[in-house]
């Protein structure tokens, strides 16, 4: 029963969602948009035409290399920021600053240091991701209760059990968030990156089918792109509850 | 059985104020001796330095003069084995099961795996744990995390418990059978504990001595003997010798917790 009633949620959302989808289709007709049933079959069909592989090849890449930076820089930075007070005075208004800049002026420069190829959707992808994850671990690790690290002390750990044993653990659930939303500014950046000046991916494609006024293929690349996200969310939305639940 | 275990000669601890510079005269200066196997409890005016004598006694923060011996040896600046310290705050380790709770206490106390499992089972069964070893402190009750957090102290063996307020978070029924668990567990360890508290009534049942200081920066104004015999419960809240205590420490306690409560109106 309770399964059951956990699942009825999602389910009634997906279902209303391609009601809705479906209802859009029937007022703008066909110029615009395709149905839930022709975009399904068409972004299978899709997956089924070799020359489709690459692509997909290139995005996964970019996006898995791009996240694993953006966690590491991400955790590393804000680990650092959180503990010593006076690096995080200086560096924290620049991170926010930074945040607040529309991501995208910065792809220009980005280029031009990283070239036309895979390295620069890689950098444009972290550069998204990274800045959450920093900003999100600074405050998981100070907010840490004081009472943990007095305990440390209590037990007698040196500064690398504190930060192992006591403040990563105790951050994990917050830097964990960070994370969640961080992947998902990845996903958004890579994209992004690769819909200017690139030969490859998802996005450089789904810019094509813009310009040939591809319906099918814009509707089919989009499906992809949302249930991809979709599932990988609900994922790490179910392990965050689930950390936040210990505490 | 009155030997020093811990004497404390001269210590005062003073602080230097964020920001402004200023320093802070918390503590003192203070003599105190406890005996092996006493039950110590220190009662003061709210932030009359009660934490900041805990503190120097568990050698987690050095006195700015004087000095701490723990059992003949000067305390450094860290807390020396078979000294366990329980806060009034939730310590417990989150993400740590009952038991991963409990085995941290051991510190790095070199003892093989089976006399670790057995000090563990022991302190577990001893505070009523049994059925939540594996359990996570978040599905805990506020008293049964601070039951954790002294089978966690008790794993260790120690010879000294210092108690900071660890009931003053729960509530007056929990407080006092809390209070009646900490009796017993005083009389099978023979450890000698020291309490603080800001309840009056607390200190009057447990403790075999209780220590009356005065608003910061704190001293010893009077030490109480309470005479109770060893084997004792929480009722000895019905005879009247417990008024009287009562009645002695709020006497010499009163005209401080006005002084402390007007400097607190003074400074805001």
């Not at chain 2, 205590?245 to 402390?260: D, G, N, P």
Request: charged share 20%.
């Amino acid at each position: 029963m309770s399964t059951l009633r956990a699942w009825r949620g999602p389910v009634l959302m997906i279902v209303g969602l391609l009601s809705a989808w479906q209802a859009l289709y029937w007022i703008t007709g066909d110029i615009a948009l395709r149905s839930p049933a022709d975009t399904i079959r068409h972004s299978w069909a899709l997956f089924q035409r070799p020359a489709m592989w690459p692509h997909i090849r290139e995005t996964a890449t970019a996006f898995s290399a791009a996240i694993v930076i953006a966690v590491t820089l991400g955790m590393s930075v804000g680990l650092t920021l959180g503990f010593s007070r006076l690096a995080g005075q200086v560096f924290e208004p620049m991170l926010v600053a930074l945040y607040s800049v529309p991501k995208v002026t910065l792809y220009p420069i980005l280029l031009l240091m990283f070239g036309l190829g895979i390295s620069a959707k890689i950098a444009f992808g972290a550069l998204h991701g990274f800045i959450p994850i920093a900003l999100f671990t600074i405050n998981a690790v100070r907010n840490v209760r004081p009472i943990l690290i007095k305990t440390g002390r209590v037990l007698n750990y040196d500064t690398s059990d504190l930060v192992w044993r006591i403040l990563i653990p105790a951050a994990l659930p917050e830097i964990f968030s960070g994370i969640r939303i961080g992947l998902a500014l990845t996903m958004i950046g890579t994209v992004l990156g690769e819909m200017f000046a690139s030969q490859r991916g998802l996005g450089y494609l789904l810019m094509n089918a813009i310009g040939l006024h591809d319906v099918d293929l814009i509707m089919s690349i989009t499906f992809v792109l949302i249930v991809f996200a979709a599932v990988v969310s609900s994922i790490l939305l179910a392990i965050d509850r689930r950390l936040h639940r210990r505490v | 059985m009155t030997n020093v275990h811990v004497s404390l000669k001269n210590v005062t601890k003073q602080f230097q104020r964020e920001g402004s510079g200023g320093v802070v005269h918390a503590l003192g200066p203070l003599d105190l001796e406890l005996r092996s196997g006493e039950f110590f409890a220190v009662v003061g005016p709210s932030g009359c330095g009660k934490s900041s004598l805990l503190e120097v006694i568990a050698g987690l923060s050095p006195p700015t003069q004087g000095e701490v011996l723990f059992e003949g040896k000067s305390i450094g600046g860290r807390v020396p084995d078979g000294i366990g310290v329980v806060f009034q705050e939730d310590a417990s380790f989150p993400w740590l099961t009952v038991a991963d709770n409990i085995v941290l206490g051991l510190r790095k106390i070199p003892i093989s795996n089976e006399e670790r499992q057995a000090r563990v089972d022991r302190a577990i069964a001893m505070m009523g744990l049994k059925e939540f070893t594996n359990a996570y402190p978040a599905q805990l009750s506020g008293g049964m995390r601070q039951r954790v957090c002294i089978a966690r102290t008790l794993v260790m063996a120690p010879r000294l418990i210092l108690l900071d307020e660890p009931f003053g978070a729960l509530d007056q029924q929990t407080r006092l059978l809390m209070g009646e668990e900490v009796l017993k567990l005083w009389r099978q360890t023979g450890a000698t504990i020291f309490l603080i508290t800001h309840a009056l009534d607390e200190a009057a049942m447990l403790a075999d001595r209780i220590g009356v200081m005065s608003a910061r920066p704190g001293r010893l104004m009077d030490v109480i003997e309470t005479g109770w015999p060893r084997e004792r419960d929480s009722r000895v809240v019905e005879s009247p010798a417990f008024g009287e205590i009562t009645a002695r420490l709020w006497k010499s306690l009163r005209a401080e917790s006005i002084k402390a409560i007007g400097k607190a109106d003074a400074a805001s």
